[in-house]
């Protein structure tokens, strides 16, 4: 192919999707002249050229799409079917441009009918912009008409030496300053940076022989690392680090902006509004992130078919959203960040959300899953059903969706390259798509960590830090509920052994481990290993099918010595420690945190001003990082989006200011079904004790006080968060504020059995021995109607309580035993002296009970009433 020709077509390649989003941005804003005068500057060369190469359909349907811009240009309006007239001539451009780049020359072929209508627009369109101006038009002369053929014959022969993007010079410009236009193209080529132009198979050539090279540098250092001789080092350090610069160098060429990714976009979202009747803007952030060139091309098509899929079925029709109490126009967000040696791309709609039920209806007419099955599943296990081959909820087939192809395509398509696609919806306020994707799929650093007798390689660029456990190192791992943490620095970091995730022995040396600290997304993990052995930078090279659909590694390598080892996936490891997938936790027993005696663990933090407070650490879920950008209000509440729902966010005290950090610490609650955070200022520690609580007044947000570490301490009352989070007759629905007894002097029962008999509805009253609780229910006349009462509690004298209520005509009043070392186990009553015998810190098996005892009490009652 000649040279000339070869340029011609490089350029007018890059240019022309530039030209589409401008028509598209010209038709939403046709005061901005500037847009419209850059596409006819771009089609007009394109004409010209052409016609010097003798490329005869190109110049015409140039020709014809560049006289009805022309019109555009003078004033005419750019309908909707202008527009699409015109962008019909630049596919026509780009589809022989295609031809010409593959065959050498133009195709045979006919483009009158397209050329006969942009003639045939273009005249109506002078017409109607004449009859409706009515004013005083200005006759161009002969003189400047020929001026204008001479300028396209000379950006014809001149284009050997001119690029193609010098005729996008602004021509305001040039009008403005008529005396500098004859040195202003030699100024610039003066201080412009110098480019060729290369192809992308000898980038790739090199990026293969720079992996080789990495992988002899990295075998010689191994060869060399126990060698005393220096007459090697110095040379060997030189070579590494020239091989490293050389490596940035060739990865710097591979990158482009992820702006490349946004160029259709404009044009795709006019299409599907025009096509589904429907009202979007679109909106791009980050254009400038950069991305290896390779990844754009494999993620192209997986974004788009997202952001069809938020069009088709997120974004509602104008008067759907209008009723809805939004604006008509919908809005579809894509953004790009650079974090951790990844690239996440957000695909944001402010739509309807996804129906759950039209999904769960879905699963059960495909046979993907039993009705148990389906019962069993979490919300976000639902959503994720939407990424299964052949899966689709539309009623209708049409040409944007329907037929349930595409969405497994994204899945695997982004998978492959070592990403991860996840989901997140809220009904009502739209649908959320994060695609997580290497930098780069060529080098990287990795930490090479030993777990026994197996190595295996960390990406550094997910490392933060590691830290030494054992021994005489600070730093200890403690339990919390049934989940493994670290307390470092102000943070309780959640972690898990690699060994057990992988499937391994335990550990049966005595050697100090570490755990490696990383950061996946917004959350901070830990991964307990025996030793950090090397760092490398390695040669990322993908895995075969037979292990390929383990989610804990994402590639392999070869290290200097020859061994292969597998790379871990820090998103793989969260998956594991239940951070991205998990169901919210409900509150289980944890007889190993809360000791049988009557020492207790808690969590002290700062919430507002005044003294720390503190909570019993076995309400706690778990202790997670809150980015303010992420709070909502709803309903007169803060909600945030947390696995797959809007989760309440309820400040500690007044004082909290919810705003006031770009991150704040948040203790999630879970009290059966209903999961808040509590959101504070500062976690302070997670200590062990017995307390002495001082109990304050009822009904306010602190249970009462006590001293730890010679400092005073309020203890809060989570039932009564719970309350202001949800709403009362919700939480007593079931309960029906039945009214209970505690018999137990055990701090237990006062910081987390009662808040937790609270929450569900109850009402509670806390004596600490027989002798009180037998004075308070004469008192009350047996207004109770459940007694709780602590078995391993010393004097406990069970047969007055019983007489007490016998005394008052309640001999009938269910006495539940509580117990360390009891199952949960239901005796028949009033046969037995105890209505039933459970574990004192199984809480959910005591509300299960208790809730059982409570609708016997209303079918007995509804018996009498009948």
Same mark, same amino acid.
């Given at each position: 192919?000649?040279?000339?020709?070869?340029?011609?077509?490089?350029?007018?390649?890059?240019?022309?999707?530039?030209?589409?989003?401008?028509?598209?941005?010209?038709?939403?804003?046709?005061?901005?002249?500037?847009?419209?005068?850059?596409?006819?500057?771009?089609?007009?060369?394109?004409?010209?050229?052409?016609?010097? @190469?003798?490329?005869?359909?190109?110049?015409?349907? /140039?020709?014809?799409?560049?006289? @009805?811009?022309?019109?555009?240009?003078?004033?005419?309006?750019?309908?909707?079917?202008?527009?699409?007239?015109?962008?019909?001539?630049?596919?026509? $451009?780009?589809?022989?441009?295609?031809?010409?780049?593959?065959?050498?020359?133009?195709?045979?072929?006919?483009?009158?009918?397209?050329?006969?209508?942009?003639?045939?627009?273009?005249?109506?369109?002078?017409?109607?912009?004449?009859?409706?101006?009515?004013?005083?038009?200005?006759?161009?002369?002969? /003189?400047?008409?020929?001026?204008?053929?001479?300028?396209?014959?000379?950006?014809? &022969?001149?284009?050997?030496?001119?690029?193609?993007?010098?005729?996008?010079?602004?021509?305001?410009?040039?009008?403005?300053?008529?005396?500098?236009?004859?040195?202003?193209?030699?100024?610039?080529?003066?201080?412009?940076?110098?480019? $060729?132009?290369?192809?992308?198979?000898?980038?790739?050539?090199?990026?293969?022989?720079?992996?080789?090279?990495?992988? &002899?540098?990295?075998?010689?250092?191994?060869? &060399?690392?126990?060698?005393?001789?220096?007459?090697?080092?110095?040379?060997?350090?030189?070579?590494?680090?020239?091989?490293?610069?050389?490596?940035?160098?060739?990865?710097?060429?591979?990158?482009?902006?992820?702006?490349?990714?946004?160029?259709?976009?404009?044009?795709?979202?006019?299409?599907?509004?025009?096509?589904?009747?429907?009202?979007?803007?679109?909106?791009?952030?980050?254009?400038?992130?950069?991305?290896?060139?390779?990844?754009?091309?494999?993620?192209?098509?997986?974004?788009?078919? @997202?952001?069809?899929?938020?069009?088709?079925?997120?974004?509602?029709?104008?008067?759907?959203?209008?009723?809805?109490?939004?604006?008509?126009?919908?809005?579809?967000?894509?953004?790009?960040?650079?974090?951790?040696?990844?690239?996440?791309?957000?695909?944001?709609?402010?739509?309807?959300?996804?129906?759950?039920?039209?999904?769960?209806?879905?699963?059960?007419?495909?046979?993907?899953?039993?009705?148990?099955?389906?019962?069993?599943?979490?919300?976000?296990?639902?959503?994720? =059903?939407?990424?299964?081959? #052949?899966?689709?909820?539309?009623?209708?087939?049409?040409?944007?969706?329907?037929?349930?192809?595409?969405?497994?395509?994204?899945?695997?398509?982004?998978?492959?390259?070592?990403?991860?696609?996840?989901?997140?919806?809220?009904?009502?306020?739209?649908?959320?798509?994060?695609?997580?994707?290497?930098?780069?799929?060529?080098?990287?650093?990795?930490?090479?960590?030993?777990?026994?007798?197996?190595?295996?390689?960390?990406? =550094?660029?997910?490392?933060?830090?590691?830290?030494?456990?054992?021994?005489?190192?600070?730093?200890?791992?403690?339990?919390?509920?049934?989940?493994? +943490? @670290?307390?470092?620095?102000?943070?309780?970091?959640?972690?898990?052994?690699?060994?057990? +995730?992988?499937?391994?022995?335990?550990?049966?040396?005595?050697?100090?481990?570490?755990?490696?600290?990383?950061?996946? #997304?917004? =959350?901070?993990?830990?991964?307990?290993?025996?030793?950090?052995?090397?760092?490398?930078?390695?040669?990322?090279?993908?895995?075969?099918?037979?292990?390929?659909?383990?989610?804990?590694?994402?590639?392999?390598?070869?290290?200097?010595?020859?061994?292969?080892?597998?790379? $871990?996936?820090?998103?793989?490891?969260?998956?594991?420690?239940?951070?991205?997938?998990?169901?919210?936790?409900?509150?289980?027993?944890?007889?190993?945190?809360?000791?049988?005696?009557?020492?207790?663990?808690?969590?002290?933090?700062?919430?507002?001003?005044?003294?720390?407070?503190?909570?019993?650490?076995?309400?706690?879920?778990?202790?997670?990082?809150?980015?303010?950008?992420?709070?909502?209000?709803?309903?007169?509440?803060?909600?945030?989006?947390?696995?797959?729902?809007?989760?309440?966010?309820?400040? /500690?005290?007044?004082?909290?200011?919810?705003?006031?950090?770009?991150?704040?610490?948040?203790?999630?609650?879970?009290?059966?079904?209903?999961?808040?955070?509590?959101?504070?200022?500062?976690?302070?520690? $997670?200590?062990?004790?017995?307390?002495?609580?001082?109990?304050?007044?009822?009904?306010?947000?602190?249970?009462?006080?006590?001293?730890?570490?010679?400092?005073?301490?309020?203890?809060?009352?989570?039932?009564?968060?719970?309350?202001? /989070?949800?709403?009362?007759?919700?939480?007593?629905?079931?309960?029906?504020?039945?009214?209970?007894?505690?018999?137990?002097?055990?701090?237990?029962?006062?910081?987390?059995?009662?808040?937790?008999?609270?929450?569900?509805?109850?009402?509670?009253?806390?004596?600490?021995?027989?002798?009180?609780?037998?004075?308070?229910?004469?008192?009350?006349?047996?207004?109770?109607?459940?007694?709780?009462?602590?078995?391993?509690?010393?004097?406990?004298?069970?047969?007055?309580?019983?007489?007490?209520?016998?005394?008052?005509?309640?001999?009938?009043?269910?006495?539940?035993?509580?117990?360390?070392?009891?199952?949960?186990?239901?005796?028949?009553?009033?046969?037995?002296?105890?209505?039933?015998?459970?574990?004192?810190?199984?809480?959910?098996?005591?509300?299960?009970?208790?809730?059982?005892?409570?609708?016997?009490?209303?079918?007995?009652?509804?018996?009498?009433?009948?």
């Amino acid at each position: 192919m000649d040279e000339l020709l070869r340029d011609f077509l490089v350029e007018t390649t890059e240019h022309i999707e530039g030209a589409e989003n401008q028509l598209v941005q010209f038709e939403r804003d046709p005061s901005d002249a500037s847009l419209i005068a850059s596409i006819f500057r771009l089609v007009h060369t394109i004409k010209g050229t052409s016609s010097f @190469l003798g490329l005869n359909r190109l110049q015409d349907v /140039a020709h014809g799409a560049e006289t @009805l811009i022309s019109e555009l240009r003078d004033g005419a309006p750019p309908t909707e079917h202008t527009v699409t007239l015109i962008l019909a001539a630049i596919d026509r $451009i780009k589809g022989l441009i295609e031809e010409i780049e593959e065959h050498g020359g133009e195709p045979e072929g006919d483009d009158s009918d397209l050329v006969s209508m942009l003639a045939d627009h273009a005249a109506n369109a002078l017409k109607e912009t004449e009859a409706s101006a009515q004013v005083e038009t200005t006759e161009v002369s002969s /003189a400047q008409t020929g001026a204008e053929e001479d300028e396209a014959v000379m950006s014809a &022969t001149e284009v050997a030496s001119t690029p193609l993007a010098e005729a996008k010079t602004d021509e305001s410009t040039n009008k403005a300053n008529p005396a500098s236009n004859g040195n202003s193209k030699k100024s610039e080529g003066a201080h412009s940076q110098e480019t $060729i132009r290369v192809t992308v198979d000898t980038i790739e050539r090199i990026m293969q022989l720079v992996s080789e090279l990495v992988l &002899t540098r990295n075998q010689l250092l191994e060869l &060399t690392r126990n060698r005393e001789e220096d007459t090697v080092k110095a040379p060997l350090q030189r070579l590494s680090t020239v091989t490293s610069d050389l490596q940035d160098a060739v990865m710097r060429a591979r990158m482009q902006p992820v702006g490349r990714l946004y160029s259709s976009l404009p044009r795709l979202i006019r299409e599907l509004s025009s096509e589904l009747g429907k009202k979007i803007n679109l909106v791009t952030e980050g254009a400038d992130t950069e991305l290896d060139r390779q990844l754009i091309d494999v993620i192209r098509d997986p974004m788009t078919h @997202l952001i069809r899929n938020c069009a088709d079925h997120g974004i509602e029709r104008p008067d759907e959203r209008a009723a809805a109490g939004k604006p008509e126009m919908g809005t579809i967000r894509v953004s790009a960040s650079h974090e951790a040696g990844q690239i996440t791309i957000d695909i944001v709609d402010d739509g309807r959300g996804l129906n759950i039920d039209k999904i769960k209806s879905k699963i059960l007419s495909s046979g993907i899953a039993t009705e148990a099955g389906l019962a069993a599943m979490t919300q976000q296990e639902i959503y994720q =059903q939407i990424f299964e081959p #052949g899966f689709s909820t539309a009623s209708n087939i049409t040409n944007v969706s329907g037929r349930g192809v595409g969405m497994d395509v994204v899945k695997s398509n982004i998978e492959s390259i070592g990403g991860s696609v996840s989901l997140s919806s809220a009904p009502g306020a739209g649908s959320r798509f994060s695609l997580r994707i290497p930098l780069t799929l060529a080098i990287a650093p990795a930490l090479i960590v030993e777990v026994g007798d197996q190595r295996f390689a960390l990406p =550094q660029h997910a490392v933060v830090e590691a830290v030494g456990i054992g021994g005489q190192s600070p730093h200890k791992i403690e339990r919390l509920q049934n989940s493994l +943490v @670290l307390k470092l620095r102000e943070q309780v970091i959640p972690v898990v052994a690699l060994r057990s +995730v992988l499937g391994m022995t335990d550990n049966d040396n005595d050697r100090d481990t570490l755990v490696v600290i990383m950061r996946v #997304g917004s =959350q901070t993990i830990g991964v307990i290993v025996d030793d950090v052995a090397d760092v490398q930078e390695i040669v990322v090279k993908p895995l075969s099918a037979t292990i390929a659909h383990l989610s804990i590694f994402t590639g392999h390598t070869i290290l200097g010595d020859g061994s292969v080892v597998l790379i $871990i996936d820090p998103a793989g490891v969260a998956v594991a420690l239940g951070i991205e997938k998990s169901a919210e936790r409900k509150s289980e027993s944890v007889r190993e945190v809360a000791a049988r005696s009557e020492s207790s663990r808690y969590v002290l933090f700062r919430a507002g001003g005044g003294a720390p407070k503190i909570l019993p650490l076995s309400l706690v879920g778990r202790i997670e990082s809150v980015e303010a950008d992420r709070i909502e209000e709803a309903n007169g509440q803060y909600v945030v989006q947390h696995q797959g729902r809007l989760m309440p966010i309820v400040p /500690a005290s007044p004082a909290v200011d919810v705003y006031a950090r770009p991150v704040s610490p948040a203790l999630i609650i879970s009290i059966g079904s209903r999961t808040m955070g509590l959101l504070v200022d500062e976690i302070i520690d $997670i200590f062990e004790g017995k307390l002495d609580i001082q109990m304050d007044n009822p009904g306010s947000d602190i249970i009462g006080t006590t001293v730890v570490k010679n400092h005073a301490v309020e203890l809060v009352d989570i039932a009564y968060h719970l309350r202001g /989070a949800f709403p009362e007759p919700d939480l007593k629905s079931q309960t029906n504020g039945t009214r209970l007894l505690v018999v137990s002097r055990d701090t237990y029962a006062t910081d987390v059995l009662c808040p937790t008999l609270a929450a569900a509805g109850f009402s509670v009253n806390v004596r600490a021995d027989s002798h009180g609780a037998k004075a308070l229910l004469q008192e009350s006349g047996g207004e109770f109607d459940t007694v709780l009462i602590d078995l391993e509690e010393p004097g406990l004298n069970l047969k007055a309580i019983q007489e007490a209520c016998q005394a008052i005509g309640r001999g009938n009043i269910p006495i539940i035993g509580l117990d360390g070392e009891a199952s949960g186990h239901r005796m028949s009553f009033p046969a037995q002296v105890l209505a039933g015998r459970i574990a004192k810190f199984d809480r959910n098996a005591l509300l299960s009970m208790l809730s059982g005892i409570v609708a016997e009490r209303q079918q007995a009652s509804m018996a009498l009433a009948s």
